[in-house]
C-alpha cells in the first residue's frame, strides 16, 4: 500500500486547510475499505502524535482532544482517499502530517503503512 499525502502548506492562525490522502493498494489485493485510516502528526522537537482516525466503513472516528470540534476525518472509498479537515488552527498545529493505513485498525496504535508527510505551519 503506498499513500500520498498533501494539502499541507502556510496558513495564519484562525484558517483552514485541507489535507489529502491517495492510497494505491492495487498491489496489496485488497480494496481501500478493507483498511483502517489514521492521521498523525511530529511537530519539531516533539513525538509523533495520534490526530484522528476513521473506520474502514467511514462511520467511526476518533479524534485527539486537542483537536476535537476543530478537525475532521472522512474518507471516499471510491476514491480511495481520506481526508482531515482542519479548521480554527493554532500555532501549536504547526506540524507534519501523515497518513497511515491498517488493515486491523483505524484508531491510535502502530500501523502497517505511511505516507511521506505534509508539512502544516500555521502563523500567529
Known amino acids: 500500500v503506498q499513500l500520498q499525502a498533501s494539502g499541507g502548506g502556510l496558513v495564519q492562525a484562525g484558517g483552514s486547510l485541507r489535507l489529502s490522502c491517495a492510497a494505491s493498494v492495487r498491489a496489496s489485493g485488497r480494496s481501500f475499505s478493507m483498511y483502517g485510516m489514521g492521521w498523525f502528526r511530529q511537530a519539531p522537537g516533539k513525538e509523533r502524535e495520534f490526530v484522528a482516525g476513521i473506520s474502514w466503513s467511514g462511520n467511526t472516528r476518533q479524534y485527539v482532544d486537542s483537536v476535537k470540534g476543530r478537525f475532521t476525518v472522512s474518507r471516499d472509498n471510491a476514491k480511495n482517499t481520506v481526508y482531515l479537515q482542519m479548521n480554527s488552527l493554532k500555532p501549536e498545529d504547526t506540524a507534519v502530517y501523515y497518513c497511515?493505513?491498517?488493515?486491523?485498525?483505524w484508531g491510535n496504535g502502530e500501523y502497517e503503512y505511511w505516507g511521506q508527510g505534509t508539512l502544516v505551519t500555521v502563523s500567529s
Open positions: 497511515a493505513a491498517d488493515r486491523a485498525r
